[in-house]
């Protein structure tokens, strides 16, 4: 694990030297591991050598197979542990349930939270000190009288707006921190951002006990391809931050010269609970953050309930006509 030996910190790894060369001690679990692909999603899960995997913890197929690598993968550098236990996950889910009105009834009877299952996600995190120099055309708007004549013939007057275009240039120095990108396949991405963030204050240094009785996701976005995505959120918040400085009510033409520097990097793992069902003939996944609890998912929805509502909605509307008359 990358740690400072005067603080004991968790440090950062130089990207850029990693991309061009991985270095063999940042590889490897340090400790046996058994890593099996699903046939149906494409999740590489990673657990202890002597467990035996039935079904996929990301979509529920039993379609699993053994999967070999060429090389070892990059090892986590810190690991966010669980905070939420498995008792209060249920109670939040069960809760999340009974928001649902659109849910069938037969599925909040059912023992789903049963299934209920503790995963680890693999996330890269970027840090960068960026310089940018931007220029714009920066708008003022003002505003002119105008004379018109309405639809019966009578003079009216109105404001109208017009902006008033001048050239604007500024200069933006920021850090980004931990800037997160999910080296996960198995989870939608959708979920998953809603149950984010997951809080980097309380990160560990990589240590295999964290992991015991839990399933890993090995990373199926590659440090390049995860770097690139960092890239990329990055330069959008940038040019946010940018747009910010351009002065008066309006802009257009950003243009933006970023300087990028001290790229470095973390693989981490963080803690989730996820539930995965099969209600019908669809597959449905609920996320909860094992740090704070937060949760995000997905339901089928009761087409009577539905059509009980759309039936309402017409009535309120008849009604409101029929009152108008």
């Not at 001048?166 to 999910?182: K, L, M, N, R, Y």
């Not at 996960?184 to 295999?208: I, K, S, W």
């Amino acid at each position: 694990m990358e740690l400072d030996a005067k603080t004991g910190e968790i440090q950062e790894i130089d990207l850029v030297k990693t991309l061009r060369e991985m270095p063999e001690e940042l590889r490897g679990w340090k400790s046996a591991k058994k890593t099996v692909k699903c046939r149906n999603c494409h999740a590489v899960s990673v657990f202890d050598a002597g467990k035996v995997a039935k079904n996929c913890d990301f979509c529920g197929s039993p379609a699993l197979v053994d999967y070999e690598e060429i090389q070892s993968p990059i090892r986590p550098q810190s690991v966010l542990p669980f905070k939420v236990d498995q008792v209060r996950v249920r109670e939040l889910i069960r809760k999340w349930y009974g928001s649902k009105w659109l849910a069938p009834g037969k599925l909040k009877s059912k023992a789903l939270v049963d299934t209920v299952h503790g995963v680890y996600l693999p996330y890269w995190t970027f840090d960068a000190q960026v310089s940018a120099d931007w220029r714009a055309d920066s708008g003022t708007y003002y505003y002119t009288t105008e004379t018109y004549r309405d639809s019966k013939g009578h003079t009216r007057t109105r404001q109208v707006r017009h902006v008033r275009w001048t050239p604007a240039a500024g200069h933006v120095d920021h850090f980004f921190d931990d800037e997160p990108i999910p080296g996960t396949r198995g989870v939608r991405q959708d979920l998953l951002r809603a149950v984010e963030p997951f809080p980097n204050g309380d990160l560990v240094p990589y240590d295999t006990a964290y992991l015991s009785g839990f399933v890993v996701e090995h990373y199926q976005v590659v440090l390049i391809d995860a770097a690139r995505h960092g890239r990329e959120q990055m330069d959008a918040k940038l040019r946010q931050l940018c747009a910010m400085q351009v002065p008066g009510d309006t802009h257009r033409n950003l243009r933006v010269q970023a300087q990028y520097r001290g790229e470095t990097f973390k693989h981490i793992l963080v803690p989730v609970w996820m539930l995965v069902y099969n209600y019908g003939a669809r597959s449905f996944q609920v996320v909860v953050n094992g740090h704070t609890g937060k949760i995000a998912g997905e339901y089928p929805k009761s087409f009577w309930k539905i059509f009980v509502l759309v039936v309402l909605a017409v009535i309120v509307v008849a009604f409101i006509v029929l009152a108008s008359r």
